[in-house]
C-alpha cells in the first residue's frame, strides 16, 4: 500500500492489518508507552476545508510517533491549483517532506497529488470520500461489538462521501450497510455496485428510515448539508425532514443499538440533541478512534 485514497483500493487484508495494528497502538498508547518509528519524517498536511477531528488527531498522532505535522492552509500557498498546479505542488513537496495528507473538494485532486507525488498521500477527506472516517468507525464497531464480520449498520440520511466510504468497508470488511435516503439524496448506484461487488449484498437502499432500523446493530448518521453545500443548506433541511435520528427511530431499532455520527453533529436535524446523549450513543469513541487509526496508517506508510 503506497497511497490512502479510497477503501475500495485496498484488500481486506491490508484493511485488517491496520485494524489490528490500530488496537495494538491503542494498547500502546494507553499504557503510556511510546513508539517513535516517524522520528525526523514530516508530513504535510493541507486543508481546504475546516477541521477539528482529522486536524488535530493527524496532527497529534504524528507528533506521538515522533514526527513533525506542517499545517497547510489554501491561502498559505494560494490555493491549491490555483498558484500552482496540483502535479507541481506533489513534486516540491516530495523534495522536502515524507508524507502528504489533503482534506480537498474534489477527489481529483488528491488523486493527482497521489500520481505526481513519490511519498505516500492520504485521503483525509473529499467530496466524494471519507476513508479515515470509516476505519476509525470499523475499529470503534469491532471495539463495541467484539466483531465487524456480519454487523449490520443504518445510515439514515445522506448518501455522501461518509455513506459512500462506510460502503465500500461494508464490502470490504463484510458488514452489512442499509442506506436510507430522500428521494435525490441516495448513494450512487455505481458505488453501490462496487461495493457488492466486495461482497454481493453488502449494501441496500431504501428510503424508509423505520424500516432501515429495524434489524440494525447500530444507526449512523452524518450532516445533510456538507461542507461546500452551504447554498443548499435551507432546501436539504426541508428536504430530509423525517430522517432525523431521534428517540423514536432509536426505538424502532434493537435495543442494543449504537448510534454513531461522524460529527460535527447538528442537533435537532439529523439528529437529536436526546440521542447524541444517550446510551446508545458512541459518538465520542468513534472520535477517539480517528486518533488510533491514524497512527497506524502513518506508521504503515511512513515509517
Ligand atoms: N469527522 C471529521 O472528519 O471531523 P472534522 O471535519 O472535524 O475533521
Ligand atoms: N459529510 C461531511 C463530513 C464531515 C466530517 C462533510 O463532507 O462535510
Known sequence: MEDFLAISECSTD???????????????????????CLAGKTLAMLFEKPSLRTRISF????????????????????????????????????????????????????VDLARYADIPVINALTD???????????????????RIEGITIAFIGDGNNVARSLAFAAGKLKMKLIIASPAGYELDDASIRVANGFAPGCVTQMSDPRAAVTQ????????????????????????????EVDAALV?????????????????????????????????????ENRLHFQRALLRKLMS
Not at 128 to 146: K, N, Y
Not at 256 to 271: S, T
Request: with cysteine; aromatic share 8%; proline share 4%.
Open 14 to 36: 491490508e484493511l485488517n492489518a491496520l485494524l489490528e495494528e490500530s488496537r495494538s497502538l491503542k494498547a500502546m498508547y494507553k499504557s503510556g508507552r511510546r513508539d517513535l
Open 59 to 110: 496532527q497529534v498522532a504524528m507528533t506521538d510517533l515522533g514526527g513533525s505535522p506542517i499545517y497547510v492552509k489554501p491561502e498559505d500557498i494560494g490555493g491549491i491549483g490555483t498558484r500552482e498546479p496540483v502535479k507541481d505542488i506533489a513534486r516540491v513537496l516530495s523534495r522536502y517532506v515524507h508524507g502528504i495528507m489533503a482534506r480537498t473538494f474534489e477527489h481529483r485532486t488528491v
Open 128 to 146: 466524494w470520500s471519507h476513508p479515515c472516517q470509516a476505519m476509525a468507525d470499523a475499529l470503534t464497531i469491532g471495539e463495541h461489538f467484539g
Open 216 to 243: 440494525a446493530d447500530v444507526i449512523y448518521t452524518d450532516t445533510w448539508v456538507s461542507m461546500g453545500q452551504e447554498d443548499e443548506k435551507d432546501k436539504r433541511r426541508r428536504e430530509f425532514a423525517g430522517f
Open 251 to 287: 426505538a424502532a431499532a434493537p435495543k442494543h443499538v449504537r448510534v454513531m455520527h461522524c460529527l460535527p453533529a447538528y442537533r435537532g436535524f439529523e439528529i437529536s440533541d436526546e440521542v447524541t446523549e444517550s446510551p446508545h450513543s458512541i459518538l465520542f469513541d468513534q472520535a
